[in-house]
């Protein structure tokens, strides 16, 4: 079946740009999505982005797909200690069944 | 108010009981979704469904039971719940080409 994929933590310096990596199996994406979740929260959407497309900026944000790799990145610029969470990568199928991976912990040093 | 609720936030059972958690959403979204998270597994896709009366296993579907009789609806229930069920639970809906909306999600603890 179909599988995503993402390291469990990142530790990035305040001020720093984050890339949190993702890679998925599934041939009939339709759409990718980046989710955050702080402690004791639900998910929150951040950003997603069509199969059909490479690059989607949104202010601190910028999302990276490469279909042929399969590989899915998220960018955050000026990293702040807000920004520490739990980021999940999420797969959208033909289907629209939707898979998460399995989350990537970013704890900001000072 | 729109949007998608669970209940209960929070649930404590004992062993072998059954228990219905609720999911309603006033978008009239066709897909609805149950996820469980729990630590080093992310979160795990028990059951979805395309549309009222349509229902699919997901990834973890045993010992859970579905339903979605009314399309803003999708009660999922543990006929006995086991310690193994112990978990934050999520449901979510999509409306064709849109995002995914969660609830806020329901604790369940089996005892």
């Known amino acids: 079946g179909e599988d995503v994929e993402q390291s469990l933590f990142l530790s990035v310096r305040e001020g720093d740009s984050s890339v949190i990596n993702c890679t998925y199996t599934d041939s009939s994406s339709t759409y990718l999505y980046w989710y955050k979740q702080e402690p004791g929260a639900g998910l929150q959407l951040l950003t997603y982005?069509?199969?059909?497309?490479d690059m989607k900026q949104d202010q601190r944000l910028t999302v990276l797909l490469n279909k042929k790799d399969k590989h899915l990145s998220l960018r955050i610029a000026d990293t702040q200690t807000g920004d520490s969470a739990i980021y999940f990568c999420?797969?959208?199928?033909?289907?629209?069944?939707?898979?998460f991976g399995k989350g990537t912990r970013l704890h900001i040093l000072p | 108010d729109a949007g998608i609720t669970q209940s209960p936030r929070y649930k404590i059972t004992e062993t072998g009981r059954q228990v219905t958690l609720m999911c309603h959403q006033t978008w009239s979204h066709s897909y609805m979704f149950w996820y469980r998270q729990d630590l080093g597994h992310g979160l795990r896709l028990i059951y979805y469904s395309a549309a009222a009366d349509i229902t699919d296993k997901g990834e973890v579907p045993d010992g859970y039971v579905v339903s979605r009789s009314k399309t803003e609806n999708f009660p999922l229930t543990l006929e006995s719940a086991t310690r193994s069920q112990t978990s934050v639970y999520f449901c979510a809906s999509i409306g064709g080409q849109t995002e995914a909306f969660f609830g806020q999600g329901t604790r369940l603890t089996v005892v």
């Open positions: 999420a797969d959208q199928n033909r289907d629209d069944k939707i898979i």
């Open positions: 982005i069509f199969s059909n497309m």
